[in-house]
């Protein structure tokens, strides 16, 4: 069964980052991330219009996560303070030990294996913290960066996966990977 009862989302060190629970000061971040027209090419969202869309995200995930229906961590470098993506577990499947891992940066901090050094923290803590099984990942087959990334974390292609699974309904060209514990 997964283990969701975090009283508070753990602090995840990395040798360049600290992957932190998100704050309402990270709002002027959040909407660069969200408002920022490469970061959504491939995503299905409305692009955040102001600080108080971002306002407003932050505190849906919040509450996501006291329902634990996510965990999201900001991510940072370990000199700054300042948030230049985000990287989350979500759409959980308590029965079958199954997540959905998302990820963003901004644009300035890709191209640096940051999100590599992000995502290998947060999967591990998924496999030996919430007991998870099986981390899945949606992405366009257009979004190159994302697939090399997957493929990098030796995610596979899993075209047995139930479309059921998918809630990405709206996307076209997608792709299902799978990592298995």
């Known amino acids: ?3 969701l ?3 508070q989302i ?3 060190l ?24 490469s970061v959504n090419k491939y995503i299905d969202r409305e692009a955040s219009t102001c600080i108080e869309d971002a306002e407003s995200h932050i505190r849906m995930i919040e509450s996501l996560i006291k329902e634990k229906k996510s965990v ?16 989350c577990f979500w759409n959980f499947n308590s029965m079958s030990e199954i997540v959905e891992i998302g990820y963003e ?27 998870v099984q099986s981390i899945t990942a949606f992405s366009s087959t257009q979004n ?16 047995t996966y ?3 699974q998918n809630l990405h309904e709206n996307l076209t060209d997608t792709a299902t990977y799978i990592l298995n514990r």
Not at 19 to 31: G, K, T
Not at 75 to 86: A, F, H, N, R, V
Not at 152 to 158: E, G, M, P
């Open 1 to 3: 069964m997964l283990y």
């Open 5 to 7: 009862d975090f009283i």
């Open 10 to 12: 753990p602090v995840l």
């Open 14 to 37: 990395t040798e360049r980052l600290i992957l932190r629970p998100l704050r309402v000061d990270d709002a002027a971040e959040i909407h660069l991330l969200r408002s920022n027209e």
């Open 72 to 87: 999201t961590w900001a991510i940072t470098l370990k000199e700054s303070t300042t948030l230049i993506g985000t990287i």
């Open 105 to 131: 940066m901004l644009p300035a901090s890709q191209g640096k294996g940051l999100m590599i050094e992000a995502a290998k923290m947060v999967i591990q803590f998924g496999f030996e913290q919430m007991n």
């Open 144 to 159: 190159l960066k994302s697939v090399a990334l997957l493929e990098k974390l030796n995610f596979s292609d899993a075209h």
């Open 162 to 164: 139930s479309v059921l």
